[in-house]
T-cell receptor, first 113, second 116 residues
Framework: AQKITQTQPGMFVQEKEAVTLDCTYD???????LFWYKQPSSGEMIFLIYQGSYDEQNATEGRYSLNFQKARKSANLVISASQLGDSAMYFCAMREDNNDMRFGAGTRLTVKP | DTGVSQDPRHKITKRGQNVTFRCDPISEHNRLYWYRQTLGQGPEFLTYFQNEAQLEKSRLLSDRFSAERPKGSFSTLEIQRTEQGDSAMYLCASSSRKVHSRETQYFGPGTRLLVL
């Protein structure tokens, strides 16, 4: 069964604006971790941000923040003040305590000048 | 050593040949992972090591695939008798052991395999 769903195959955003990339997940575990990675065309997966299921505050890392809504099982990534270099594939991933990391299918973000 | 490295970055081979990829993790990391990523998909877990012990293998890892991490440092992934369906990006990641769900994996640049 699909555990991570990213419903937006592609997104466009104007430079300097904010954009939200959606991610929903499915788990019956109480303890799990949620991750976002960026994959530029070069192929490397770059870790962006982490949210633990027990964390009470939404995670933030510079221009990245995670809008964590536990009851809705969503972990959307918000990128503020988009830059041209943000154009890439973005993957949401989840890890339960006894399972491996599972990735969504990704969202391709294009930042327009 | 600033990150995970993988070699080669690209590999083109003919169907039926064997290929071997290498991954060098971040030096203090004791866990090492292999993933496969096909076009338009997210990475799929293949196997992982804690130090030199291979602790888990995905059912995606057929008997043509073998991975080793003999001294608990670098790892190799070998594919025997390659098939066209093996064409993919092979990603390696490493991490240091924490609470499993909180563990952040850091990825290498990947090896892109094309089987003709």
């Amino acid at each position: 069964a699909q555990k991570i769903t990213q419903t937006q195959p592609g997104m466009f955003v104007q430079e300097k604006e904010a954009v939200t990339l959606d991610c929903t997940y499915d788990t019956s575990d109480q303890s799990y971790g949620l991750f976002w990675y960026k994959q530029p065309s070069s192929g490397e997966m770059i870790f962006l941000i982490y949210q633990g299921s027990y964390d009470e505050q939404n995670a933030t890392e510079g221009r990245y923040s995670l809008n964590f809504q536990k009851a809705r099982k969503s972990a959307n990534l918000v990128i503020s003040a988009s830059q041209l270099g943000d154009s890439a594939m973005y993957f949401c991933a989840m890890r339960e305590d006894n399972n491996d990391m599972r990735f969504g299918a990704g969202t391709r973000l294009t930042v327009k000048p | 050593d600033t990150g995970v490295s993988q070699d080669p970055r690209h590999k083109i081979t003919k169907r039926g040949q064997n290929v071997t990829f290498r991954c060098d993790p971040i030096s203090e990391h004791n866990r090492l992972y292999w993933y496969r990523q096909t076009l338009g998909q997210g990475p799929e877990f293949l196997t992982y090591f804690q130090n030199e012990a291979q602790l888990e293998k995905s059912r995606l890892l057929s008997d043509r695939f073998s991975a080793e991490r003999p001294k608990g440092s670098f790892s190799t992934l070998e594919i025997q008798r390659t098939e066209q369906g093996d064409s993919a990006m092979y990603l390696c990641a490493s991490s240091s052991r924490k609470v499993h769900s909180r563990e952040t994996q850091y990825f290498g640049p990947g090896t892109r395999l094309l089987v003709l």
